[in-house]
């Protein structure tokens, strides 16, 4: 199949005239090609998305939005005077696939680093190739435990957003708080997205769960994994699912007469907004919008477009509006500029001639103490290459939501959870991190 590539074209983005360097400043030295990637004038940065198939809708969008952040960036002047180049190839969620554009981006492209590629099935059949290859292979849009718990077999990879077995714990305790006589019945992927939700679940609820169904990705019949959860009599649903598994439970559930007392949707299947579209398309116009979703429960690392008195969303609002493409601001676009907001924080910590271990060993040194868009902490160190440590719980109210419980942070394993007592973060002024070089 053959994959779309879509390239920064920065000298459209009027970047460069700037002399303070946009964030980062000028270092006092010199601009030197100092390794794969960089050039006196550019740093090159790859990923892997699926901008076609199944799991296009939503995810496609993710990359305009670190477009939009990079293009801004670059007007600003960029990371020490150099200009952002941003590389991304469809993958169309095919982990073969995704093995042909990422040595491609690597091997024929020289990117400095990859940043953000999507999935976990996808991601892990380049895992040992970029770590192999000593490619940075930074914030991997995903919640596997494969990104950040094993720095020594896996030394160049960071995961980002928080992980699915923290994620789970964070759920698990609230059930066993708020509904400790529910039946719990779980709707998982059929892969480490799945298991590791229910490994963070069972910590909690174990004796809870009534019934645990499995599907697998590409399979648009669920009527037997939903029939089981109603056969096994659970009034409270959980999904570690995508956004169309999302759509399809619900229409099942529907088609069955199947009504649980509560659905629970971790994060990444619960926008409300792209699952009322899915719904309208699966049902043929049956169901016309998120109705459905209304009082479900789901949780949040992020600000979503709906909340548009929170700073960062007007913050990426405008970068939007000044460096966007075609369409609004959405949840998946705000994930990006996200991604690339912390891209840009690592670029700088890196220092004026960035290498590709010293970008690694930035991270590791400064990246616990970044702050910005997301609500709680990064865990990354020499023995963490974890990402951000908590999740708020929120319940679905139309296409946005409203928060239940405030951030929780914890990590996985049997670390405690702890409601966060931090103060959230403000953007700079132009939206620009300011984070002083550690690498010498």
Not at 280 to 307: C, E, I, K, N
Request: hydrophobic share 35%.
């Amino acid at each position: 199949m053959a994959a779309a590539a879509v390239v920064s074209t920065v000298a459209a983005c009027g970047g460069g005239d700037d002399d303070s360097g946009g964030g980062g400043g000028g270092g006092g030295g010199e601009n030197e090609a100092s390794d794969i990637g960089v050039t006196e004038d550019t740093i090159k940065l790859g990923s892997h998305y699926p901008l076609t198939g199944v799991a296009a809708p939503g995810y496609s969008e993710i990359p305009t939005g670190v477009q939009a952040y990079f293009d801004c960036l670059n007007q600003e002047g960029g990371v020490y005077d150099r200009q952002i180049e941003w590389i991304y190839r469809d993958d169309a969620y095919n982990p073969t696939n995704t093995s042909q554009v990422v040595n491609q981006l690597v091997l024929e492209d020289e990117v400095f680093a990859i940043m953000g590629g999507l999935g976990t099935p996808t991601h892990s059949a380049v895992l040992d190739f970029l770590n192999s290859e000593g490619v940075p292979d930074l914030f991997v849009s995903s919640g596997s435990l494969l990104w950040g718990d094993d720095p020594e077999a896996n030394p160049y990879t960071f995961g980002w957003q928080t992980d699915y077995e923290s994620e789970g714990k964070i759920i698990g305790q609230y059930i066993a708080e708020e509904f400790p006589d529910a039946k719990v019945g779980l709707f998982l992927q059929d892969d480490d997205f799945g298991e590791d939700g229910e490994a963070g679940v069972r910590q909690y609820i174990d004796d809870q769960i009534v019934a645990a169904v499995r599907y697998t990705p590409g399979n648009t019949n669920v009527a037997p994994q939903i029939s089981e959860l109603q056969a096994a009599g659970a009034d409270f649903v959980v999904g570690f699912n995508v956004p169309s598994y999302t759509a399809l439970s619900q229409l099942t559930a529907l088609q069955l007469g199947y009504q649980p007392e509560q659905w629970f949707y971790s994060n990444v299947g619960s926008d409300a907004n792209l699952v009322g579209s899915l719904l309208a398309r699966f049902s043929q116009g049956a169901v016309s919008d998120a109705s459905l979703l209304d009082g479900a429960l789901t949780t949040g690392y992020l600000p979503t477009v709906d909340q548009t008195d929170n700073p960062w969303i007007q913050e990426f609002q405008r970068i939007w509006d000044e460096c966007g493409g075609e369409g609004e601001l959405t949840n998946y676009r705000v994930y990006g500029m996200a991604q690339a907001y912390t891209m840009t924080q690592a670029l700088q910590a890196a220092g004026q001639n960035p290498t590709r271990d010293g970008i690694v060993e930035a991270i590791e040194t400064a990246g616990a103490d970044w702050e910005g868009p997301v609500f709680a902490p990064f865990r990354y160190s020499e023995d963490s290459h974890m990402g951000t440590s908590g999740m708020s719980i929120e319940r679905i109210v139309g296409l946005g939501s409203e928060e239940v419980v405030p951030v929780q942070v914890t990590d996985i394993g049997d670390a405690d959870i702890e409601e966060f007592d931090g103060e959230a973060a403000t953007p700079p002024e132009n939206g620009i991190p300011d984070e002083e070089s550690v690498v010498d």
